[in-house]
């Protein structure tokens, strides 16, 4: 690819606003332009504890290593046949040399999804319950130079929710939060858990990365499962994207899933977001940074998005760049078959064909009824407007409710399921 | 009586190396275990057997 | 692998190019040397037993003095038997390697896998590279290696059946998931299957009883040899493409897609 090409193809993330302090924005036209005002990437936090694992090191060496451009077709047609696909094969089926295989490709995600999960696709929903952010994540549409309305839900607010969303017949639950350790507390999310329990079967956390101690807490109260996003597994990249707070230091986030598991909770997942960096080393990362923990905490569960970036609240024009839709149904094929027993969520971002068509190829969990806004859901689910709701982080795609995608799921032939899940 | 291999053998007052000449071992090709502990070589002369001790003399054989 | 890359066995920090390891039971002391030298092996293993003062032989007269020599465990019943005789082993003064084998049933002669984990715990805190023998169970390799083996020696059907891989799917999930080397051990009868186990991706085969029952030793060890040697080739080079019979797809899954 040329120069000049590249430079067409980069989002521009920054942004102003015009309500922003003369201070802030110094600060912030500070972080942006001048690098060496920035903290190391790498420097932990005082209170950010310190694991010992070799599988970062394991991941970032293969991913330095990976040249995607030196395999061919010959590569990706053994990877086919092989029974079981070895790290090398993922690299093959990863690589530009893939993509005429890819309706091959989908047949053999289709067996090996069904042999692992038979025709079953979990449906579920987010909740967020703030989103306040101590961040500047640049493409992110809480980052905490973003003007917009912030929220957060109180005790009962987010009973309220849950008692919508459980009324509609959802079963499973993920909480979110924007990552933001002093306005969301371990607390704060403690209790919105022991809630959740009330009225799912299995509740899953995305919020910011935690000590393990913290990560037990919260599975005591009644979290199970844990799913933090690494954005990229680029740190050069990383670096310039992550400008503020503690989602600037790169390693602690790596270990978040680690540490999860060392908390007690039974599952983990794992994403980068598709389109920050170059999207097959990420790939390659992400289910690299599975594969390892798969093996050294086998006891665990283990689950993959792929989201990719979306236009945000005051800057519509970012997005996921290359990653089109047939890349990224290939790196979900290739997750798929070096990875058969991993579970694929698909987000909302992604459109209603493509979820349609992907929940038959190797996606088992959808999101439903989704809002990524705070305190909304009474709106969304009956139409009804009453109080302040906080902003949404990105713009979704597919806005089917729970109801249509159960029946929209059954029409493809496909089983949806809200729950086998027993809390032991 | 000394406990050698399983069987009763007049082996008390004897050193291990004295033992091991005596009942036409190869001290080379062999290990031995006195009374339940590995019996270093170096050991062998400066101990003496009494009644009542175990002796197991092992050597290597053919096997897979 | 990379191309200049030496394709070695590595066991608890020790080399080999030979990837057969070869057993010294059921034969004549006399074919021992030859045995290891048409085979090529640079392993020979041996079993401990009580000195017989009528026996003037020593076996170790016949092995070549490069062998690197594995003694192993047979005749425990329990991890304390198999600790006793590794000890032992290590007296007679022919290193630290030591294969555990520990067997509670006399009649299919399957080892016992949580003894010797229990065994495997103990040897490799005191020094030992221990190499333990084992009925093909994930669980209990993964905690072999958290126990501190140097490598899994999975049985390819019962000891001394001739009867091959058996247990081949059982044999590949360790060879997927275990990071130690993979031997495969026990009834292995034939070089065919010693090649096959090795086409999977097994580190080494060990084999014994396929040779002393064989009409010529020696030629035998010469035969193994090269099988093992042609199916770690054959491994190496990545097998390749097997048209699958009648797998022709239906409707297509991708026509969805947007550019």
């Given at each position: 690819?040329?120069?000049?090409?590249?430079?067409?193809?980069?989002?521009?993330?920054?942004?102003?606003?015009?309500?922003l302090?003369e201070?802030?924005?110094?600060?912030k036209h500070?972080?942006?332009?001048?690098?060496?005002?920035r903290?190391?990437?790498?420097?932990y936090?005082?209170?950010?504890?310190?694991?010992h694992?070799?599988v970062?090191?394991?991941?970032i060496r293969?991913?330095?290593?990976?040249?995607?451009?030196q395999?061919?077709?010959?590569?990706?047609?053994r990877?086919?046949?092989?029974k079981?696909?070895?790290?090398?094969?993922?690299k093959?089926?990863?690589?530009p040399?893939?993509?005429p295989?890819?309706e091959?490709?989908?047949?053999?995600?289709?067996?090996?999804?069904?042999?692992?999960?038979?025709n079953?696709?979990?449906l579920f929903t987010?909740?967020?319950i703030?989103?306040?952010?101590?961040n500047?994540c640049?493409?992110?549409?809480?980052?905490c130079?973003n003007?917009?309305?912030?929220?957060?839900l109180?005790?009962?607010q987010i009973?309220?929710e849950?008692?919508?969303?459980a009324?509609?017949?959802m079963?499973?639950?993920?909480i979110?939060?924007?990552?933001?350790?002093?306005?969301?507390?371990i607390?704060?999310?403690g209790?919105?858990?022991?809630?959740a329990?009330?009225y799912?079967?299995?509740?899953?956390l995305?919020?910011y990365?935690v000590?393990?101690?913290?990560?037990?807490?919260?599975?005591e109260?009644?979290?199970?499962y844990?799913?933090?996003?690494?954005?990229?597994?680029d740190?050069?990249k990383?670096?310039?994207l992550?400008?503020?707070?503690h989602?600037?230091v790169?390693?602690?986030?790596?270990e978040?899933q680690e540490?999860?598991?060392?908390?007690?909770m039974?599952?983990?997942?794992?994403?980068a977001l598709?389109?920050?960096?170059d999207?097959?080393?990420?790939?390659?990362?992400?289910?690299?940074?599975?594969?390892?923990?798969?093996?050294?905490?086998?006891?665990?569960?283990?689950?993959?998005?792929c989201p990719r970036l979306?236009?945000?609240?005051?800057?519509?024009?970012?997005n996921?760049?290359?990653?089109g839709?047939k890349?990224?149904?290939q790196?979900?094929?290739?997750y798929?078959?070096?990875l058969?027993?991993?579970?694929?969520?698909?987000?909302?971002?992604?459109?209603?064909?493509?979820?349609?068509?992907?929940?038959?190829?190797?996606?088992?969990?959808?999101?439903?009824?989704?809002s990524?806004?705070?305190?909304?859901?009474e709106?969304?689910?009956t139409?009804r407007?009453?109080?302040?709701?906080g902003?949404e982080?990105?713009e979704?795609?597919?806005?089917?409710?729970?109801?249509?995608?159960?029946?929209?799921?059954?029409?493809?032939?496909?089983?949806?399921?809200?729950?086998?899940?027993?809390?032991? | 009586?000394?406990?050698?291999n399983?069987?009763?053998?007049?082996?008390?007052?004897?050193?291990?190396?004295?033992?091991?000449?005596?009942?036409?071992?190869?001290?080379?090709a062999?290990?031995?275990?006195?009374n339940?502990?590995?019996?270093?070589?170096?050991?062998?002369?400066?101990?003496?057997?009494?009644d009542d001790?175990?002796l197991?003399?092992?050597?290597?054989?053919?096997?897979? | 692998?990379?191309?200049?890359?030496e394709?070695?066995?590595?066991?608890?920090?020790?080399?080999?190019?030979?990837?057969?390891?070869?057993?010294?039971?059921?034969?004549?002391?006399?074919?021992?040397?030859a045995?290891v030298?048409?085979?090529?092996?640079?392993i020979?293993?041996?079993?401990v037993r009580?000195?017989?003062?009528?026996?003037?032989?020593?076996?170790?007269?016949?092995i070549?003095?490069?062998?690197?020599?594995?003694?192993?465990t047979?005749?425990?019943?329990?991890?304390e038997?198999?600790v006793?005789?590794a000890?032992?082993?290590?007296e007679?003064?022919?290193g630290?390697?030591?294969?555990?084998?520990?067997?509670?049933?006399?009649?299919?002669l399957l080892?016992?896998n949580?003894?010797?984990?229990?065994?495997?715990?103990?040897?490799?805190?005191?020094?030992?590279v221990?190499?333990?023998?084992?009925?093909?169970?994930?669980?209990?390799?993964r905690d072999?290696?958290?126990?501190g083996?140097a490598?899994?020696?999975?049985?390819?059907?019962?000891?001394?059946?001739?009867?091959?891989?058996?247990?081949?799917?059982?044999?590949?999930?360790?060879?997927?998931?275990?990071?130690?080397?993979?031997?495969?051990d026990?009834?292995?009868?034939?070089?065919?299957?010693a090649c096959e186990?090795?086409e999977?991706?097994?580190?080494a085969?060990m084999?014994?009883?396929?040779?002393?029952?064989?009409?010529?030793?020696?030629?035998?060890a010469?035969?193994?040899r090269?099988?093992?040697?042609?199916?770690?080739?054959?491994y190496?080079?990545?097998l390749?493409r097997?048209?699958s019979?009648g797998?022709a797809a239906?409707?297509?899954?991708?026509g969805?897609?947007?550019?």
């Open positions: 690819m040329t120069e000049e090409k590249e430079e067409k193809q980069e989002n521009q993330f920054l942004i102003d606003s015009d309500r302090s201070k802030a924005l110094a600060r500070q972080l942006e332009n001048d690098p060496s005002c903290k190391d990437p790498m420097e936090f005082p209170d950010m504890e310190q694991i694992s070799d970062r090191e394991e991941v293969q991913v330095e290593a990976y040249d995607y451009e395999y061919t077709a010959v590569d990706v047609r990877a086919l046949e092989h079981t696909c070895s790290v090398e094969d993922f093959a089926l990863l690589s040399a893939a993509l295989f890819l091959e490709m989908a047949q053999k995600a289709h067996l090996e999804t069904s042999r692992h999960f038979g079953t696709v979990y987010p909740l967020y703030a989103n306040y952010c101590e500047y640049v493409y992110c549409g809480f980052n130079y003007d917009i309305q912030r929220l957060q109180n005790r009962e009973e309220h849950m008692k919508v969303i009324d509609s017949g079963e499973e639950i993920l979110l939060t924007g990552e933001s350790k002093k306005k969301s507390s607390e704060y999310i209790e919105a858990c022991k809630l329990r009330k799912f079967k299995n509740v899953g995305e919020i990365p000590n393990t101690d913290d990560y037990r807490y919260l599975h109260c009644g979290a199970d844990v799913t933090v996003f690494q954005e990229t597994y740190l050069t990383y670096e310039t992550h400008l503020l707070g989602k600037r790169w390693p602690y986030r790596f978040a540490r999860a598991l060392m908390g007690g039974r599952g983990v997942g794992f994403s598709l389109g920050l960096s999207f097959r080393r990420d790939a390659l990362a992400t289910a690299l940074h599975l594969w390892y923990l798969q093996r050294k905490y086998p006891q665990a569960e283990f689950s993959l998005s979306r236009p945000i609240i005051n800057n519509d024009k970012i996921p760049l290359d990653v839709e890349q990224l149904c790196i979900l094929c290739a798929r078959l070096f058969p027993y991993a579970g694929i969520t698909v987000s909302s971002r992604e459109s209603k064909p493509f979820r349609n068509g992907i929940a038959r190829i190797c996606a088992t969990k959808i999101s439903a009824g989704v990524t806004g705070i305190g909304d859901h709106e969304k689910y139409g407007e009453e109080g302040a709701v902003d982080q990105f979704i795609c597919d806005t089917r409710s729970f109801r249509t995608m159960y029946k929209d799921m059954a029409g493809e032939g496909l089983q949806p399921v809200l729950n086998d899940y027993l809390y032991v | 009586m000394v406990k050698v399983g069987e009763d053998r007049a082996a008390a007052g004897f050193s291990v190396t004295g033992w091991l000449q005596e009942a036409g071992y190869q001290p080379a062999v290990a031995v275990e006195y339940g502990s590995i019996l270093g070589r170096t050991a062998y002369d400066s101990t003496i057997l009494k001790d175990v197991e003399i092992v050597c290597f054989m053919g096997g897979g | 692998m990379e191309k200049n890359e394709d070695c066995l590595v066991l608890g920090g020790h080399k080999f190019h030979s990837r057969f390891i070869l057993g010294s039971g059921k034969y004549s002391l006399k074919l021992i040397e045995a030298q048409d085979a090529g092996a640079e020979v293993t041996l079993a009580r000195a017989n003062t009528k026996e003037h032989e020593n076996i170790l007269d016949y070549p003095k490069q062998v690197t020599l594995l003694p192993n047979s005749g425990a019943r329990n991890a038997e198999a006793r005789i000890r032992l082993a290590r007679l003064g022919c630290d390697f030591i294969k555990i084998e520990i067997m509670r049933d006399s009649k299919y080892p016992d949580q003894e010797t984990i229990r065994a495997t715990d103990i040897l490799a805190r005191e020094g030992f221990v190499l333990p023998y084992m009925y093909p169970d994930l669980n209990a390799a072999l290696v958290s126990a083996a490598a899994v020696m999975p049985l390819a059907s019962p000891i001394g059946s001739n009867k091959g891989l058996a247990t081949k799917e059982f044999i590949q999930i360790l060879i997927d998931e275990i990071d130690r080397p993979v031997i495969v026990a009834g292995i009868g034939s070089p065919s299957q186990a090795m999977m991706g097994a580190a085969i084999a014994n009883t396929a040779l002393a029952t064989a009409g010529n030793l020696p030629l035998m010469a035969a193994f090269e099988a093992i040697s042609a199916g770690r080739k054959a190496l080079a990545g390749g097997v048209l019979r797998a239906s409707d297509p899954l991708t969805f897609l947007r550019d």
